[in-house]
């Protein structure tokens, strides 16, 4: 197949969303970076909360060995997942440790035998091609597969559609549209033949009658290593390059570029019949299948100018993010801020002593001339944040409601539509936290309903 370029074919410009901003992409530090073999560590925390969801629930006690890819904790729900220890060595510790969400979290910890090979020898799994639907699903829980683009949402309760739903689209993201990190584009470079074999897998149960793998045109190598793959592949698959603009890669807005589909509000991309995955996800679905390794490692980008030597690394699920770090040659004397992910949605860490998680895409260090301290001013009422807001909401009314503790006109208002990209508070002159204010809103709103549940059950 060829490359299909949607947009003007006439002016060459490529497709995308209405809206949306267009920060400085900082992806020259790593884009050209291959991917690195992070060593294995001492000792891992492995948090039993790292995913959407219920926390999962230990199978292992402490003072027991367990070996690379070993079930240690097993899904503690439907919406949960199970969780494998990365290593050979002995579990030491089941308590609270440091979460990367700043609270302390029960989590696993296990120290490293020193003198294993650490090669795991986990039982063969099952071909999916002779397996049924429910078990495909139970083992996918098993293997712990979560979405790795941030959100980390299990992957077995998307790829359960519902009774009356189908899926006729599917979309693999690589757009990787958050500035400093490029993991899922050094995934798509050297890992295409991993990603075209987990995409085959799950075409397999889902039944898609079209697959498209979305890049944003920054990355050409990906685009030209992937398009020779989709030549040769008997799949129904395309890649195409969409306009570099940010929140480009949420599934929303990809969906409108490469479709021309809106999803409802309160609607996910089923009910257009579309299912959406993150490029890195559909490789850990091939490497479990074909070489029994649940996700127990994954790709995360070191960047910003404040890490002396910007790296892609693969690293295991638990490592220490200042061992991470002091592997990329340590930090210099001009870091202002450390962040986990992109610098649009990422969190801001007061300290490097927690792990590396399933949905850690990248750790920022980033120096005072990358951030900018500003005061905040009344709302000038200048529209930027409308013209900003991918989801057509109005970003000032909504903070002006969250300054009044007005939950239930914010919900009138869509905030639970608010996806939290950030674009409005990227653009307002008046530097006030726009989306800080949307996240106790919609924290406030979903309480209240909890409790109306609660009260009527």
């Known amino acids: 197949m060829k490359i299909k370029w949607p947009g003007n074919s006439i002016t060459g410009t490529l497709a ?52 690379r890819g070993e079930l240690i904790a097993k899904p503690g729900g439907f919406v949960s997942v199970g969780l494998h220890t990365p290593v050979d060595g002995t579990v030491t510790a089941i308590d609270l440790f440091d979460h990367p969400k700043g609270q302390m979290s029960p989590a696993i910890k296990i120290k490293t035998d020193p003198f294993s090979p650490q090669i795991s020898r986990q039982p063969p799994v099952p071909s999916p091609e002779q397996l049924p639907l429910n078990t495909f699903i139970e083992l996918v829980q098993r293997a712990g597969i979560v979405g790795m683009g941030g959100a980390a949402f299990p992957s077995h309760v998307k790829f359960s559609v519902p009774e009356g739903k189908e899926c006729k689209v599917m979309m693999l993201n690589g757009c990787e549209c958050e500035p400093y990190l490029t993991c899922d584009h050094r995934v798509m470079v050297e890992y295409s033949q991993e990603l075209l074999d987990g995409t085959s897998i799950l075409q397999h149960f889902i039944g898609a009658e079209a697959i498209y793998i979305a890049i944003e045109a920054n990355k050409p190598d990906a ?116 962040l986990l992910g992109g610098p649009m949605m990422g969190v801001v860490q007061k300290s490097l002593e927690v792990p590396v998680l399933k949905g850690t895409s990248g750790i920022l260090a980033l120096s005072h001339d990358e951030v900018s301290d500003f005061d905040t001013y009344t709302c000038i009422r200048c529209g930027r944040c409308l013209d900003a807001c991918p989801l057509f909401l109005n970003p000032a009314r909504l903070g002006l409601l969250a300054r009044k503790s007005l939950w239930d006109e914010m919900e009138d208002n869509h905030v639970l539509d608010c996806f939290e990209c950030a674009a409005c508070s990227f653009v307002c002159p008046s530097g006030i936290p726009l989306v800080q204010s949307f996240r106790v809103g919609k924290a406030m709103v979903r309480e209240k309903k909890a409790r109306m549940a609660s009260e009527k059950g």
Do not use: W
Not at 242 to 256: C, D, F
């Open 223 to 338: 685009i030209h290593i992937l398009d020779q793959a989709c030549q040769v592949s008997e799949l129904p698959i395309e890649v195409v390059p969409l306009k570099v603009k940010y929140p480009q890669g949420a599934e929303k807005m990809m969906i409108s570029a490469i479709l021309g589909d809106e999803i409802p509000a309160g609607k996910l991309p089923l009910d257009v019949g579309t299912m959406v995955s993150n490029v890195g996800t559909i490789v850990a679905l091939s490497q479990y299948f074909r070489k029994s390794l649940p996700l127990v490692e994954r790709v995360i980008t070191v960047s910003g100018t404040a890490v002396r030597r910007p790296s892609n690394l693969l690293v295991p699920i638990g490592t220490s993010m200042r061992e991470v770090v002091d592997y990329c040659g340590g930090l210099t004397d001009e870091l202002a801020r450390i």
């Open 16 to 67: 995308s969303f209405k809206h949306g901003v267009h920060p400085n992409e900082s992806k020259e530090l790593t884009d050209h970076r291959q991917i690195e073999r992070m060593p294995f560590s001492d000792h891992f925390i492995l948090h039993l909360s790292q995913h959407t969801g219920v926390p999962s629930i230990p199978v292992v006690k402490e003072g027991q060995k367990v070996r």
